[in-house]
């Protein structure tokens, strides 16, 4: 009996979504109409819209457009005004809210008197920071002249560039100090340095006969003190001598 019972609610489930398709489709097609209708409708509209849109567009381009270049000679004053040169001048450019419908001409002037003052500055900073640059190496060259005439050195200005964005206590003492330590390498230079001693028209007497002659002697590494004793030996022996450095 339960049998029966689930075969025939089965029945009429099927039955029922059957019903339920073949009226849909009924229902539907009105639907479908009404769709179709309103579509086409939309599609008059368009007709009738886009050609005044795509007007509008251009209307609102060349609007831009005019009101850009009231704005490039607005830019070009402040400029002027400000005697920006070319490296700050390409930084005051034009912002798009000046281009809106709702900016007005007073506003634009004053954000545009804001941003070139402060560009204004930065050109001032740098100009001032390039004449104490260059201020920095006209004092360094001229120090290293006058040190280079008094310790008979030949440094040259390259060794010095490293100070330029130093205080001008520190150059001298770099300075300073750079031309010690190449004073004191000079000194040493000299104490090593090979020397040649020339020994012309030696004359002595021995066992009372004359004799004459020439040498050339070459001597390495020699301090002020060995060249002292080799002076005094030979003026003791009464030799003509004559020192040459090599």
Known sequence: EMVNVKNELGRLEKEIDKYRLDNKKIMEKPIKEFEEKCKDLIEVLKNVSNPIREQLNLFEENRKKQKEEEVKILVENMIDKYGLEDKYAAQLTIDSKYLNKGQKENDTIKDLEQRAELL????????????????????????????????????????????????????????????????????????????????????????????????????????????????????????IFEFKKI
């Open 120 to 239: 204004k500055n930065s050109q001032d900073q740098e100009k001032q920071l390039q004449k104490i640059k260059e201020e920095r190496i006209d004092f360094i060259q001229k120090t290293i002249e006058n040190k280079n005439k008094d310790l008979n050195l030949n440094l040259k200005i390259s060794n010095f560039m490293f100070l330029v964005d130093k205080e001008l206590t520190e150059i001298m003492e770099e300075i300073e100090l750079i031309f010690t330590k190449e004073v004191e390498k000079n000194k040493k230079s000299e104490e090593i340095r090979p020397i040649s001693i020339e020994k012309k028209e030696a004359v002595k007497t021995e066992n009372n006969s004359n004799t004459t002659a020439s040498y050339i002697f070459t001597i390495k590494d020699l301090t002020t003190n060995d060249i002292n004793k080799i002076k005094a030996f030979l003026e003791d022996e009464f030799y």
